[in-house]
Nanobody, 116 residues
Framework: QVQLVESGGGLVQAGGSLTLSCAVSGSISRINAMGWYRQGPGKQRELVAR???????YYGNSVKGRFTISRDNAKNTVYLQMNALKPEDTAVYYCKAEPSRGNNYWGQGTQVTVSS
């Protein structure tokens, strides 16, 4: 089992920055990749950023150049640094853990609201 707890969401003005954190606990050695996803009002959940064990990162087209995913293995935490935020970035942001086998794990989500 893997447990994920997100934090760092909140209300920010357009152009501002936020950093989300995802604390990971449990069977961490089984995890191959970690990701951040988001679901805006009336929208489907979409990939924001993903980092695999080798360190490679992937970003959704809408956030490239503005968001950065990183991890601190010593703290078992994955971060999402979000800069130049736009109102369309408003969403619930979810952390996801992808184990080598079995189902993926999701956090409870954290709300990010960007005001214009």
């Amino acid at each position: 089992q893997v447990q994920l707890v997100e934090s760092g969401g909140g209300l920010v003005q357009a152009g501002g920055s936020l950093t989300l954190s995802c604390a990971v606990s449990g069977s961490i050695s089984r995890i191959n990749a970690m990701g951040w996803y988001r679901q805006g009002p009336g929208k489907q959940r979409e990939l924001v950023a993903r980092i695999i064990n080798g360190g490679s990162t992937y970003y959704g087209n809408s956030v490239k150049g503005r968001f950065t995913i990183s991890r601190d293995n010593a703290k078992n935490t994955v971060y999402l640094q979000m800069n130049a935020l736009k109102p369309e970035d408003t969403a619930v942001y979810y952390c996801k853990a992808e184990p080598s086998r079995g189902n993926n794990y999701w956090g409870q989500g954290t709300q990010v609201t960007v005001s214009s």
